[in-house]
């Protein structure tokens, strides 16, 4: 059984670029949540989806937008970048939140750079 | 608001036990999770306490006191490939989690 898959794996963007990342969860998860880790920091929230409705965002601008779709995979999107948006971003799914028997299984991230 | 706090950076040996601790501030609380991270990997779950008390599992433990708002890591019999950053994230009241920055632990031989 496949893991989180997420693409692409690292992307450089310039200043101003919208960017789309894409997250394939878990067969059978129906939650998916987005982190941005910048080097040497732990993860921050941005968004949860479930059933394809926003359950959550984090403290990010409106720049950052993000939808489930019927599959229950994910895409984030990013628009005009700033050079601070480079980080890891990493994808999370879980069969839905709050079970305590659920741990969130994490894709590898996108890492993206902006020049 | 929301804090998570654990130590930047630990040391420890070979063979040896470390306990990395968490202190935690969140909205609502849910329970805690402690999460394994190697250098450019994605974290890997370790554990999920959302009872008081210690959990084992294996060479990992983990503990919470809810009325403290504390929680640790026990690592026993310390191998090499021990060496990684180690994650605390407390689950808030809407199911989101509050990450701490982590704790870079080196072993050394």
């Known amino acids: 059984d496949a893991g989180v898959t997420q693409s692409p794996t690292h992307l450089i963007k310039t200043r101003g670029q919208h960017v789309t990342l894409r997250c394939s969860p878990i067969?059978?998860?129906?939650?998916v949540s987005w982190y941005q880790q910048v080097l040497g920091q732990g993860p921050q929230f941005i968004f949860q989806?479930?059933?394809?409705?926003?359950?959550g965002r984090g403290n990010f601008p409106d720049r950052f937008s993000a939808r489930q779709f019927p599959n229950y995979s994910s895409e984030l999107n990013v628009n005009a970048l700033l050079l601070g948006d480079s980080a890891l971003y990493l994808c999370a799914s879980s069969q839905r939140p709050g079970r305590r028997d659920t741990e969130a299984f994490f894709g590898q991230g996108t890492r993206l750079t902006v020049v | 608001g929301q804090n998570i706090d654990q130590p930047t950076e630990m040391t420890a040996t070979e063979g040896a036990i470390v306990q990395i601790n968490c202190t935690y501030q969140t909205s609502g609380f849910n329970g805690l999770f402690w999460y394994q991270q190697h250098a450019g990997e994605a974290p890997t779950f370790l554990s999920y306490n959302v009872l008081d008390g210690l959990e084992e599992k294996g060479r990992f433990s983990s503990f919470l006191s809810r009325s403290k708002g504390y929680s640790y890591l026990l690592l026993k019999e310390l191998q090499m490939k021990d060496s990684a950053s180690y994650l605390c994230?407390?689950?808030?009241?809407?199911?989101?989690?509050?990450w701490g920055a982590g704790t870079k632990l080196i072993i050394k031989p």
């Open positions: 994230a407390g689950e808030d009241s809407n199911y989101q989690l509050i």
């Open positions: 989806y479930y059933e394809k409705e926003e359950r």
């Open positions: 067969s059978g998860h129906k939650s």
